[in-house]
């Protein structure tokens, strides 16, 4: 049973870092395509990052040069780091995995797994 469990959220002011951590089981994070999604109140789930089996990333216009995505093979963790957040970026984030370790890293297929999402709450 593949588990993913989100931790790092907080509450903080326009311009400060966090750092979100999505602990997997039952799937190794380096050999499957991972990402980050994000909702805010009223608004449609974004892609924010997401990092293939090859380690190359992809990003949201809005986050490029602020977050950086990762992973750690001996935890078995996706991070997500946030700098230089702005309120924008508020909304519950999730970490998500698909499934098909052949899966191409991209949108164009689904994704299998899904974390029950941290929140972060960025303030002006």
């Known amino acids: 049973q593949v588990q993913l469990e989100e931790s790092g959220g907080g509450a903080v002011k326009s311009g400060e870092s966090l750092m979100l951590a999505c602990k997997a089981s039952g799937i190794q994070v380096g050999s499957h395509c991972m990402g980050w999604f994000r909702q805010g109140e009223g608004k449609a789930r974004e892609g924010v990052a997401r990092?293939?089996?090859?380690?190359?990333?992809w990003y949201e216009d809005s986050v490029k040069g602020r977050f950086l995505i990762y992973k750690n093979d001996l935890v078995n963790t996706l991070y997500l780091q946030l700098r230089n957040l702005k309120p924008e970026d508020s909304g519950m984030y999730y970490c998500?995995?698909?499934?098909?370790?052949?899966?191409?890293?991209?949108?164009?297929?689904?994704?299998?797994?899904w974390g029950r999402g941290t929140q972060v709450t960025v303030s002006s």
């Open positions: 990092e293939g089996r090859d380690y190359r990333d």
């Open positions: 998500a995995g698909k499934g098909d370790e052949s899966a191409t890293c991209d949108d164009s297929d689904s994704w299998d797994y």
